[in-house]
Every structure is written in C-alpha cells, then in structure tokens.
C-alpha cells in the first residue's frame, strides 16, 4: 500500500470496520503514514492499534509488513484473520465498542478536556477520537 499523509487526510474514523473487525481501517491508515514518505502528523500507531494487535497477538512489525506489501484492505484483513489468534478479534472487538473515556472517568476526561462537559453523548473512547477529529481538537 501506498503512504499517507495524515497532516492532509485524517485516518478513517474509529468505529469503521473491515471485515468485522473495529478499528482496523484506522489502523492500516495510521501505518501506511508511518511508512517511508508517509506523515503521521499528530497521530501514533501506539495506543489502540498496538492494543489491537496485543489482542489478536499480531506484533507492530509484522502488522506493519502486511500493510506494506498489501494491495488493498481486503488483503489486509486477510493476515489478520489469518493470524489473529483464537478469540482475539472477538476480545477486540468487545474491548474496543465498550471501553469509556478515560477508563470510565469522566472527571478526569473532563479536567482534561473542558468541552467534554457539553458532550455527555460521549461516553466510549472510540466515539471520543472521532469527535476529535472531526472537530479538529
């Protein structure tokens, strides 16, 4: 796959799936930046990409090789059903769409993040990342 430039295209949102699988367009997106050529700007693979493949037991390394020599998404999404292990996208997926903001402090989130106080519709971290980047906080 081709690099990309996080500083002119945001990563596909947090809640978008491949191939049942949460999270990983955003992944294969944050990877292709940290290609050669690519930006990842204020992004990072750390965080819930590497907590995704900790899950299916897939390392960074060989994730990011499988992106690198991908055609596509679909190819993608192939090496991870092919090497995930047993249950880990499930445990993913189950992790992924339940954990809240800040492990469930919202006082925290807030002292964080003032404007989270005028949001109480954001409760999971997944719909927290997208709000952020669609408002570019």
Partial sequence: ???????????????????????????????????????????????????????MGISVADFTEAVRGATSDADVAAYVRAHAKPGGIEAWNGFVTRREIYNGDRAEAIADNPWLADHPELVY??????????HGI
């Avoid at 049942?20 to 050529?37: N, Y």
């Avoid at 971290?125 to 669609?134: A, N, R, T």
């Fill in 1 to 55: 796959m081709e690099p990309l430039d996080l500083r002119t295209n945001l990563p596909r949102r947090a809640r978008a799936e491949l191939d049942g699988i949460t999270f990983l367009p955003r992944s294969i997106d944050k990877v292709r930046a940290s290609l050669p050529g690519g930006n990842v700007h204020d992004f990072k693979v750390e965080g819930f990409t590497t907590k995704m493949l900790d899950e």
């Fill in 125 to 134: 971290s997944i719909d927290f990342l997208d709000y952020v980047d669609e």
